[in-house]
Structure formats: structure tokens, C-alpha cells
């Protein structure tokens, strides 16, 4: 059963927490990773993408010239796809990149992530983060307190907080998301995830379901 310690904003522990051997301490499914990465890349696409074909191209319904005693090669449109101004044939289209993966892939997914993260000691949790008013300099303290400063590093908070929102907004390499915009993608590509105790709670909970 994974055990972490609880630390304040100083870097103290004030206490520790056991979270469950099935969410956060099971083997890794890379493949299942990949697959949850990919699917919330897709879903960002917008897929807005357009190229008019020849049939929605404006003019070219005349012939340009007669079939046969030109000398010319034969040409039924001025809007044929070898024409200037021509349309464009086998062109993108919109559509939708999206898909969904069932829920059950997506948790393996989540735990494979926050399992290994745990195992090479890059999961930090701390009591709190509050700030009586928007610093970046006071977020630059706590950070080093809790050895996370320096690294990639993604602080996760399970209530929304406009103050710690504006004091981790300057700060390079960092990034603060809270529990309900959780995403894979997020947390494979920052080196250091720092949790509430509440949002790693809330996450555990979230996962048994």
C-alpha cells in the first residue's frame, strides 16, 4: 500500500496518507497510456480543415474550347483540378478526430500514470496552497520548499482559487489545473505532479468507482 508523506507549505510533514495498492500501485500498462494520450489529443482537434472540390468552385461551366480541331488537349472545365483556380481533388475535409474509449481503459490509464510517478518519486503532496493575495514570488517559496522548483511541474487542486490561479500564471514550466480538468496527457508530460491532500483523496475516490 503506497504511503505519502503530507507536507505543509514550509516542506514540513505534518502527517501521512495510505492510498490504495490497486490505484496507485499497479503495473504499468503503457500501451493502455498511449492509447488515453492519443484519444485527448484527438478530441483538442477541431477538424475545421476545407478545400472547395471542383463542383464547389465558382465558374468554369462553359467548355473552353471544342472537343476535337484545336489541337489542344481535350478540356471539359476551367475549373478542373489542373487549372489555376481549379478545385482540388482527394483535399481534407471536416470532420471530427474525436472518439470515445470506454471509461474502464481510462481509469488503467490514470492509475498506470499516477502508479509510476509514485515509484519514482515525482508525486508531491502538500496540506494546502493558499495565498492571501496573487504573488508569484510566495509560489516561487513553496515550490522550493517542496523541491519542486526547477522542474516541470503540474500542481493539481480539487477547488478553484483565482489567487493561486494569478501566482502560478508567471511561472515557467509550471502549470496549476484542478481535479475536474484532469487529463492524461498533463500528467505524463510534467516531471514533478504536485496534489493537494484533498485532490489526491478526491482522485482515489474518483478511480474506484
Known sequence: MPK????????????SISLKEEI??????KDLVTESVLNELNNERRGTVKVKTRGEVSGGGKKPWNQKGTGRARQGSTRSIQWRHGGVAHG???RKFGYTMPEKVKKIAYCSIMSEKIKENALIVVSEMTY????????????????????????????????????????????????????????????????TKDAILNLEKQLEK
Do not use: W
Open 4 to 15: 505519502l508523506n503530507v507536507l505543509d507549505m514550509v516542506g514540513k510533514e505534518v502527517g
Open 24 to 29: 496507485f500501485g499497479i503495473a504499468p500498462r
Open 92 to 94: 481534407p475535409k471536416q
Open 132 to 195: 492571501s493575495k496573487p504573488k508569484t514570488k510566495d509560489a516561487v517559496v513553496t515550490l522550493k520548499n517542496l523541491k519542486a522548483y526547477g522542474f516541470k511541474t503540474l500542481i493539481v487542486s480539487d477547488k478553484k482559487d483565482d489567487v493561486l490561479k494569478k501566482s502560478i500564471a508567471n511561472l515557467d514550466g509550471s502549470k496549476l489545473i484542478y481535479l475536474t480538468n484532469i487529463n492524461c496527457h498533463d500528467l505524463l508530460n510534467y516531471e514533478r505532479l504536485v496534489f
